[in-house]
């Protein structure tokens, strides 16, 4: 690579046309401007200038190498702006959370892209291990999780509450306890149903169900797709436990029933991203959305 300290010296020679004044604007002598005029030809293995005692003349390789030394000028002052400048409504913004986050979010992120069609939008529903492993890769930027992650591999902040809801059909026959109910009634499996499972257990405070595990209960169907998890329970087949705001985006509401426990199973949401991280500008207004609508 060519030395830009000469490139530098040899562009301001070229462009003053004289030593003197080159060595009086680089705030060097006459014989450091020279020298470094001589280094540069040598590193390019031509004569670069032909002098004649105080003028000199380019030659075709020095007109070569006076267009590469100021088309990389350029080139440096471009990046440089390009650097300076963080547009806050373009760019890409790569998001992940769970599904039923993710049904709240997407009308109001597509909303946001509508009204700035250069802000690229892309989220991810994930559970909690793979956004915390994709952020670690940098795949994605920002994820939102319900697990506090190692601190030292990320920056976490709490982003607002959401309510677990244990969902069963319209007018289901008691089967004895809650947990022979559920025993019998039977698992609608889904990428986050054992977690939130084991939560509501523990949270609910409903004595049939504190020494129920999740691998107790049958599973009778399995779906990953959030928007018909509550399908088959309003047709009558198994239950499921799901956030509130996946149950109020249900067209079926009716052939639900949810059950209320002795104390609300409250599960905390975080925004995360890697540690140390700083997010470009389009990310506030991503955001300030995902705050307003998880009502923080």
Same mark, same amino acid.
């Given at each position: ?40 030809e040598q590193a390019c293995g031509f004569t670069l200038i032909k002098r004649d005692k105080k003028s000199f003349d380019l030659t075709e390789q020095g007109r070569l190498v006076y267009d590469y030394a ?27 959370? !769970? ?121 009778? !169907? ?63 207004a991503l955001i300030n959305v995902i705050h307003k609508l998880t009502g923080d």
């Amino acid at each position: 690579m060519l030395n830009p300290i000469w490139l530098n010296t040899f562009v301001t020679l070229i462009n003053t046309g004289h030593f003197t004044k080159t060595a009086e604007k680089l705030f060097m002598t006459q014989p450091g401007v020279s020298q470094q005029v001589s280094k540069l030809e040598q590193a390019c293995g031509f004569t670069l200038i032909k002098r004649d005692k105080k003028s000199f003349d380019l030659t075709e390789q020095g007109r070569l190498v006076y267009d590469y030394a100021t088309t990389l000028k350029k080139n440096e002052q471009t990046l440089l702006e390009a650097l300076a400048f963080d547009n806050p409504h373009a760019g890409n913004c790569t998001i992940a959370c !769970s599904g039923s986050m993710a049904l709240l979010l997407y009308p109001a992120l597509l909303d946001l892209q509508m009204s700035h069609p250069s802000l690229i939008i892309k989220l991810t529903a994930a559970p909690n291990h793979q956004i915390l492993n994709d952020i670690q890769k940098s795949n994605i930027e920002l994820g939102i999780v319900t697990d506090v992650p190692n601190m030292r591999e990320f920056d976490i902040n709490k982003l607002a509450n959401e309510e677990l809801c244990l969902v069963l059909p319209k007018n289901i026959a008691p089967t004895g306890t809650l947990a022979e109910t559920l025993i019998n009634q039977g698992l609608v499996d889904h990428p986050d149903a054992k977690h939130y499972l084991s939560m509501y257990f523990e949270q609910c405070q409903e004595p049939s169900l504190k020494k129920l595990v999740p691998t107790d209960i049958p599973v009778v !169907s399995y779906i990953n797709q959030l928007s018909q998890i509550l399908s088959p329970v309003a047709k009558g087949l198994g239950f499921t436990v799901l956030p509130k705001n996946a149950l109020e985006n249900f067209a079926q509401k009716e052939l639900l029933t949810v059950i209320k426990p002795p104390t609300p199973v409250i599960e905390t949401l975080y925004t995360v991203k890697k540690k140390n991280r700083t997010l470009p500008e389009r990310y506030k207004a991503l955001i300030n959305v995902i705050h307003k609508l998880t009502g923080d």
